[in-house]
């Protein structure tokens, strides 16, 4: 996981305002909630290198578990990651001291969208899964019921949400730089500058990582996990933290089916293997199938926000 090195710098990019923030170097007076900016991201690597052992007499332990001579296992530590020079006791602290900064940022997040009525989804998935086309078909179906604003997470350009604008949506993209995931404290930044409208819909695509994103809360109602049929059924086991963390899992580009060999009903079986109460919708952004039914998942799910608040 990410969270024992933290991740670089983000870029905060409002083209209706047309400037470039860092969005660590914010004047929180200008905001109206607190983030404290308590970016201590435990950076530990022994950058010096001093490494006391011949590099090709690997006879040191490396922290991982064995499996013969097929595999060595590094999730198998306490930590469930390997870092160089780091203990597993190490890593945890690390670990610890940044995610419950963050999980501070998405609580606050949390409230402040819930008190505007906003409900928010957390996109998440790898590269190329056809996030941003499900989220331009989303728009495009729905924007005429209520407003929908979008944040956008890519290591660079602003290519998706440019796509996104085209739609008439409102569209804030997070450029995360070397880092592979949004925070909490960089989306409630974007929440701050978008200031969206009471009872908006909030789409936030994550940056594409089957990873990361699993372990960071963004204040979000539910996290949906994007897999295309054309990354292979066993991807749930693969990656099983991201599909873990999900409440809903979209089986995008149906479309293709007829011209591959993917298993839905394996697939589905992995991830419930994983998470026994994922849901799954099958759906195509570009034919339109099953996307009547992820809408109508979003409208019950945020009926039912709306009456727990």
């Given amino acids: 996981m990410c969270t024992v090195c933290g991740c670089g710098t983000s870029v905060v990019e409002d083209k209706d305002k047309a400037q470039k923030r860092d969005a660590q170097a914010h004047d929180h007076a200008a905001h109206g909630h607190h983030h404290h900016h308590l970016h201590d991201h435990g950076h530990d690597h022994d950058h010096g290198h001093r490494h006391d052992h011949e590099h090709h007499d690997h006879c040191h332990d490396h922290g991982g578990a064995s499996h013969g001579d097929d595999s060595i296992d590094y999730g198998a530590g306490l930590a ?25 940022y998405a609580r606050e997040n949390r409230h402040r ?7 928010a989804l957390n996109f998440v998935s790898s590269p190329g899964s056809g996030k ?10 729905l924007k005429a019921r ?3 604003v979008v944040i956008e997470g890519d290591q660079q350009t602003s290519n998706d949400a440019e796509r996104i604008r085209a739609t008439g949506a409102r569209a804030l993209q997070i450029n995360t730089g070397k880092g592979c ?24 695509e994550n940056v594409g990582n089957l990873v990361c994103p699993s372990a960071f809360d963004l204040g979000e109602a539910h996290k949906v996990v994007v897999l295309s049929v054309t990354e292979g059924e066993d991807k749930p086991l693969k ?16 479309d293709l089916l007829p011209h591959l060999d993917f298993d839905v009903g394996a697939c589905i079986a992995a991830a419930l293997t994983v998470n026994p109460d994922l849901q799954t919708l099958v759906v195509s952004a570009r034919s339109g199938e099953g996307m009547q039914a992820f809408y109508a998942w979003i409208e019950a799910r945020a009926a039912r926000m709306a009456v727990a608040e």
Avoid at 113 to 119: C, E, P, Q, V, Y
Avoid at 132 to 141: C, G
Avoid at 182 to 192: N, T
């Fill in 113 to 119: 969208l819930a008190a505007n009525g906003n409900f």
């Fill in 146 to 148: 209520r407003e929908i």
């Fill in 239 to 254: 990656y099983p933290d991201m599909f873990a963390a999900a409440d809903l899992m979209l089986l995008n580009k149906a």
């Fill in 80 to 104: 469930g990651v390997h870092a160089p020079g780091l203990s597993q006791e190490r890593i945890v602290k690390i670990e610890r001291d940044i995610l419950s900064k963050n999980d501070a």
């Fill in 181 to 204: 995931h949004l925070d909490a404290h960089m989306v409630g930044h974007a929440i701050d500058t978008l200031a969206p409208e009471k009872n908006a819909l909030l789409f936030i």
């Fill in 132 to 141: 941003t086309s499900l989220l331009v078909r989303a728009i495009e179906d």
